[in-house]
């Protein structure tokens, strides 16, 4: 699959016309549940040649190929990933940390970590995994009956605030690492990680009685983590974004 996938980088490049600086696994085999027919969901920041970027015209600034059987793969122009640096994007920020890449120039990585670590809003990201949390909360597991699956996907964002709270820096991708430094409850932990070889073994997590020790937890945390949400900040000007842009599209010059 690796090779399907830089097969699929390089077609990307040449039919678009882009060179891409950087890729990874963004999904659910970057956060440590996949099942054996889970998706391949790759993500990428591409560079186009610096004349595309001296244009009035408002250009299309991301590319989304179909799904193609396991295959899921899409990208962000350079410019547009560098506007929602700015805005602390929790899903870009995950990128950065994801222990699988598929394709990277290390000189741009190294600069574009950089300037995540001067952006990053613990603020923002706070609010974005609550509102993850709680939509998916509202959708799936509200009841006696629930989605078993969606548990995953309400407790990884409850863990994400759980780390911001605990000043732990910038989300890792890994659910196993937020568990670790974020749950101290030993039967919660023995009920998550049950959730989670079940997920990996590729047993259909559909519609089932509640976990009283997952739910309980998740009811409460969320009304606790909504009491003490963050107010939104102002993020920093875009002077070293724009210095960063230009120096990137000189050297492709």
Known sequence: MKTIIQSELSRIESEYGVQVLYAVESGSRAWGFASTDSDYDV??????APEWYLSVEQKRDVIEEPISGD?????WDLR?????????NPPLLEWLRSAI???????FSTGFRALAEHYYSPAKCFLHYLHMAEGNFRDYLRGEVVWLKKYLYVLRPICACRWIERGLG???MEFSKLVD???DDVMLRFAIADLVVRKRNGEELDRAPRVPVISEFVESELARLADIAPEKTDPPPFADLDAFFRNILLKAA
């Open 101 to 107: 890449v598929y394709r990277e120039d290390v000189e």
């Open 71 to 75: 295959l899921d793969i899409s990208g």
């Open 80 to 88: 547009k990933a560098l506007g929602l640096l700015r805005k602390s």
């Open 43 to 48: 993500r990428f920041i591409y560079l186009r």
């Open 170 to 172: 910038p989300v890792p």
């Open 181 to 183: 430094k974020t749950i």
